[in-house]
């Protein structure tokens, strides 16, 4: 790591550090919404009271990464090691706590804050756990958890790593600073062959092609059987379904286009209209989106009104009228609401923010519709289309012709593709002790 690289993280540092004030002034405005952001706040100063030396540490940001991160962990849990898990926001934080509570009571994993981005607090952090080893999820680039690792002599690798054509693009015309800390990591676990010549070309060594992680999430077989179970339920044993999943703000009005089109298209056909499962990303716009849908003169059905969990045992009676939606305003039920569907539209994709995760849906079997901004998903996207189980469309009127002609592949494709990209979990346990040991070698290219 170069001198002009070491004085820019020292900047960087102090700025953080200037700036703690306005960083605990948002910690405790989103605590108004979320308590855990309050809570543990010595954690993010580098002040573990409670300790645990030698595991392996997973940084995962948030839900996605940690998600992502989940057969990973359990992975390593089974062989032995102990793990502590990082994180930033409430829901990443929360979700490791959920899954991985008989493994916490037993003392065999941590779940703690990520300290903030000074030298400071990440001595504190590494002092403490003195971690065997780190892996970042997904590409996640923190130049003070770099130069801290690199200082304590703690092999950090991105993990699950993909480098998205307009990031290249972007870093490798105004940010090369980015593509500098890349250099700093130890190594890389990346995607696809492809995320391997990006990592590469700006230098980059000691990388492995792993393959997708999310293809090796556990799937609850609980959900998937109750969500089969809703859609008989709900009166749609007959009724093509179609999920909306994960769509973010700026989006709903091609959805509700895409929706009303296809409405009318069922009834000139004289077939029975579609149910519709509408599941925004985010909480916050649950009863937005809700008085958005009834607004335009959908029946809608809030899944919060039936009962606590996924379980139709607990819900009652159906409905005395088919809805025209099954609204997804719970968290954490994302599979049952994917296993009542024939098809998936995965949100994000209509906007810049990108895509989201689209292997739930095909583990499952269901083929997969989204926006044209898939450079967030680029592996397993491309891959994906290559094979033909999933599909990007232009705009709204793309989609409609898309759902009206009904895109369906094969069952058999899905099942073609799903055998060629699972198992990376067991892959990333492979390559992981060579890696590690191709770090340490003093002849290795860092």
């Not at 919060?304 to 607990?314: A, E, K, V």
Request: charged fraction near 20%; proline fraction near 8%.
């Amino acid at each position: 790591m170069g001198r002009s690289l070491r004085f820019w993280i020292g900047v960087w540092s102090s700025i953080w550090t200037l700036a703690l004030p306005l960083i605990l002034l948002y910690l405790w405005l989103r605590g108004r919404k979320d308590a855990v952001y309050r809570s543990a706040i010595h954690e993010r100063f580098g002040f573990y009271p409670h300790s645990r030396p030698g595991a392996v540490w997973i940084h995962a940001v948030s839900l996605g990464e940690l998600r992502s991160a989940v057969p990973l962990i359990q992975a390593l849990l089974a062989q032995g090691d102990r793990v502590i898990t990082t994180h930033f926001t409430p829901a990443g934080r929360r979700e490791a706590e959920r899954v991985f509570a008989p493994e916490i009571a037993a003392g065999r994993l941590q779940v703690v804050w990520v300290p903030l981005e000074t030298g400071w607090a990440y001595r504190g952090f590494l002092r403490a756990f003195r971690p065997r080893c780190g892996l970042v999820m997904e590409i996640e680039i923190w130049p003070q958890m770099i130069a801290s690792a690199r200082a304590a002599g703690v092999p950090l690798l991105m993990c699950n790593a993909q480098y998205p054509s307009k990031s290249f693009a972007r870093d490798s015309a105004r940010l090369p600073i980015r593509q500098a800390l890349m250099r700093g990591f130890s190594g890389a676990i990346v995607k696809s062959e492809l995320q391997r010549d990006r990592f590469a070309a700006v230098g980059v060594a000691n990388i492995a092609v792993t393959g997708e992680l999310r293809f090796d999430q556990p799937v609850p077989p609980a959900l998937v059987v109750a969500g089969q179970a809703a859609r008989r339920w709900i009166g749609a044993g007959q009724r093509r379904v179609i999920t909306i999943a994960s769509t973010v703000e700026g989006e709903d009005p091609i959805y509700l286009q895409a929706i009303q089109a296809l409405r009318a298209s069922h009834d000139r056909r004289g077939l029975p209209p579609p149910l519709v499962v509408y599941v925004p990303r985010r909480p916050e716009r649950f009863d937005e989106v809700a008085a958005t849908l009834i607004a335009v003169g959908l029946l809608v059905l809030r899944r919060s009104t039936l009962g606590p969990i996924f379980d139709l045992q607990t819900w009652g009676a159906p409905p005395p009228m088919a809805p025209d939606v099954l609204f997804g305003d719970s968290l954490g039920e994302m599979y049952g609401y994917l296993a009542m569907a024939d098809q998936v539209i995965v949100g994000g994709g209509f906007m810049p923010c990108g895509a989201h995760n689209i292997s739930e849906a095909l583990v499952l079997g269901r083929p997969v519709l989204c926006g044209p901004e898939v450079h967030t998903i680029e592996y397993p996207f491309v891959e994906a289309e290559a094979a033909g189980v999933a599909l990007a469309v232009a705009d709204a009127d793309d989609l409609t012709r898309a759902l009206v002609e009904g895109f369906r592949p094969e069952p058999k494709a899905i099942e073609a593709f799903l055998r060629i990209h699972c198992g990376a979990t067991q892959r990333t346990l492979a390559a992981l002790p060579e890696l590690l040991e191709r770090s340490a070698s003093p002849t290795s290219s860092r």
